[in-house]
């Protein structure tokens, strides 16, 4: 993380490899993923950190808005940071779930058993909703060719509604698809 820091500070890349910061801070990411997978660095109590991450979370999108693409050097720490949170705690709300035999840990395991089919058409579901949002707003039609959405408005509310079209319309694809 230290490098990515460096490197978007001075606005500089690793020479003859042309590496840049995102590159360091996805690595910092699956190196954290690797240490915890290997060292299980679990927590006993997991309603503890749910509230704490939820609060946290919610700052990080009034205070330091930014996602890997936005990346700037003084959010570097704050970002990285909100991210390990909202990996503890989708791990923590996982870990309550599957106790459980109710009909949202069946849903759980079915999306991730079929998470490659939810994928190939998740990115296409969001320009459903890209659509409707320049309906909304009056934007230009050329506008549906950002990708993956229409970046001034994936903030405020919107990624909600990406989110849910993004899961729900792929699930309900490949289940329709089942049904005929």
């Known amino acids: 993380m230290a490098a990515c820091y460096l490197l978007l500070y001075f606005q500089k890349s690793v020479p003859y490899f042309n590496i840049g910061a995102k590159e360091f801070l996805a690595a910092f990411f699956m190196m954290a993923g690797y240490y915890y997978k290997r060292d299980t660095y679990g927590f006993e109590n997991h309603s503890?950190?749910?509230p704490f991450a939820i609060v946290l979370l919610a700052l990080g999108t009034e205070f330091w808005q930014c996602g890997?693409?936005?990346?700037?050097w003084q959010k570097v720490f704050p970002y990285s940071f909100s991210a390990l949170v909202g990996t503890m705690m989708v791990f923590a709300?996982?870990?309550i779930i599957s106790k459980s035999e109710s009909i949202m840990t069946k849903?759980?395991?079915y999306i991730g058993n079929h998470t490659l089919e939810i994928l190939t058409w998740h990115f296409l579901s969001f320009k459903l909703v890209s659509l409707?949002?320049?309906w909304i707003y009056g934007l230009p039609i050329e506008r549906l060719a950002e990708f993956p959405v229409i970046g001034a408005y994936a903030?405020?509310?919107w990624w909600i509604i990406y989110l849910l079209t993004g899961v729900v319309f792929p699930i309900f694809f490949m289940l329709s698809k089942?049904?005929?």
């Open 155 to 157: 903030y405020h509310g």
């Open 93 to 95: 709300i996982s870990k």
């Open 107 to 109: 849903s759980m395991v």
């Open 68 to 72: 890997m693409l936005s990346l700037t």
């Open 48 to 50: 503890l950190i749910i």
């Open 132 to 134: 409707l949002i320049i």
């Open 178 to 180: 089942k049904l005929i």
